[in-house]
């Protein structure tokens, strides 16, 4: 199994920026896809970036060039750079990993950290 903890939640104004950490631990060997996902009070859960073990990217629409996820496989961590943040990207941030597991796919996930984003 692995586990995911995030990092780098915290208040800003609008406008300003944030680089959320997500570190990993256990069986990091089968990890393929690492994502970020967020969650705002009574909304659903949605994804935000995500970066497959082959470097391929995927963003949300909200993104809109805003934020850059990455990928430090030597420290087991993945990153979002948020920029020009909005009150909207408020929300508790998720990090996601896609595990291999014998033959089969697990999805693990971190406790969450929050962003704040004032207006």
């Known amino acids: 199994q692995v586990e995911l903890v995030e990092s780098g939640g915290d208040l800003v104004q609008a406008g300003g920026s944030l680089r959320l950490s997500c570190a990993a631990s256990g069986n990091i060997f089968g990890i393929n896809t690492m994502g970020w996902y967020r969650q705002a009070p009574g909304k659903q859960r949605e994804l935000v970036a995500v970066?497959?073990?082959?470097?391929?990217?995927n963003y949300a629409n909200f993104v809109k060039g805003r934020f850059t996820i990455s990928r430090d496989n030597a420290k087991n961590t993945v990153y979002l750079q948020m920029n020009s943040l909005k009150p909207e990207d408020t929300a508790v941030y998720y990090c996601?990993?896609?595990?291999?597991?014998?033959?089969?796919?697990?999805?693990?996930w971190g406790q969450g950290t929050q962003v704040t984003v004032s207006s």
């Open positions: 996601n990993a896609g595990v291999v597991e014998g033959t089969i796919e697990y999805d693990y």
């Open positions: 970066i497959t073990g082959g470097g391929y990217l």
